[in-house]
């Protein structure tokens, strides 16, 4: 907090301050007994009639009365990041966007519009990545219309919590009645150490989807417009673990996409009956070797932002977050894609 040279707290921003990043301080009035004040940090979306609007890093929004304020200063852009690769959000979101390919797209300005016969919302999403080239009224008015030529629901793919994430035009979806849906956190880490992990010998790598490979997915009953979502990317890998016993169902599959420095981690599924074995670990380790064979130096992967097993697995092979991203629905748009919501 910002402390003057007579020792008090200073409210040091201001409203035009918005889409900056900021430190607030402010008094709670309903607290638990001795709480008096609460630390706020993140993107100022928004002050408009006495209210602050805060976009945190996890996407969450925070208002707080003008007049409840205590101290505030503008902080750095974005946290340093103690580990694992620099990279910028939109280095990132590209690498992602060219690992999962719709069947699809159209430019809007600087915008991609994605689509996959609804296939996951990641296919089937805008990926506004600067200026549409229109006001965003406009904008949005666009992308409904193109979605709902194809009979799908208009979503909008967002990111906060790096520098150059988007809580300014989260903030003005809101404002127009989107939804968010589904909050997940892409995470990076160094590749050389995941390599080292686990016991490889056992998995098996294909260029394509098998069968075996398939029956494991969790999304049951793959069209062929999934299939060429799966198999898209710069240089994709799939990983199986063979069955222990003839008949049965493989017992774990991975699948990686290699895009120069950077290895995309996903659908690193296993049986059930057979987790906590390391299997997931050896999928991982020997897509990681082979993407240290085609030059990449780096991982990244998508978790959910719930799925509590996953993230202490990713965080003890070197894994970090290093953005959050969301997928807004436009008002009166219709259900959602098929398939697990965070791909």
Not at 235 to 242: L, M
Request: net charge neutral.
């Amino acid at each position: 907090m910002e402390i003057s040279a007579a020792g008090r707290l200073e409210v040091r921003i201001t409203a035009a301050d918005v889409g900056k990043r900021v430190s607030v301080r402010s008094m709670i009035h309903h607290g638990a007994p001795g709480e008096k004040f609460t630390d706020t940090v993140g993107v100022l979306t928004s002050w408009d009639n006495d209210v602050l609007l805060i976009t945190r890093r996890d996407g969450q929004s925070v208002r707080i009365a003008e007049s409840a304020l205590v101290a505030g200063k503008i902080v750095p852009a974005a946290p340093a990041r103690r580990r694992g690769p620099a990279a910028s959000y939109e280095e990132l979101a590209r690498v992602a966007a060219r690992a999962w390919r719709p069947v699809e797209s159209a430019r809007l300005g600087d915008w991609e519009l994605r689509a996959a016969s609804g296939f996951t919302r990641r296919a089937n999403s805008a990926l506004p990545l600067g200026d549409p080239g229109m006001p965003l009224d406009e904008a949005l008015t666009a992308v409904r219309r193109w979605y709902g030529e194809r009979g799908l629901p208009a979503y909008v793919q967002t990111a906060t919590g790096a520098e150059g994430t988007q809580e300014l035009l989260g903030a003005r979806l809101e404002e127009r009645g989107w939804v968010r849906e589904v909050t997940a956190e892409l995470w990076v880490g160094p590749l050389a150490p995941i390599a080292d992990r686990g016991d490889p010998a056992r998995v098996v790598l294909s260029r394509e989807a098998g069968e075996p490979w398939l029956a494991r997915y969790q999304r049951k009953g793959v069209s062929e417009v999934a299939l060429r979502v799966l198999g898209s990317g710069p240089s994709v890998w799939f990983a199986t673990v063979p069955a222990a016993a003839e008949g049965a169902p493989v017992a774990a599959i991975g699948r990686c996409v290699v895009d120069g420095r950077w290895a995309g981690f996903a659908a690193v599924e296993v049986d059930p009956a057979l987790r906590r074995q390391g299997l997931g670990t050896a999928v991982m380790a020997a897509l990681a070797r082979r993407a240290l064979d085609e030059g990449a130096s780096a991982a990244w992967l998508q978790v959910e932002s719930g799925n509590t097993g996953a993230r202490e697995l990713y965080a003890g092979m070197g894994f970090a977050p290093h953005h959050a991203y969301h997928h807004y629905r436009a008002p009166g748009a219709g259900g959602a894609p098929a398939g697990d919501p965070s791909s």
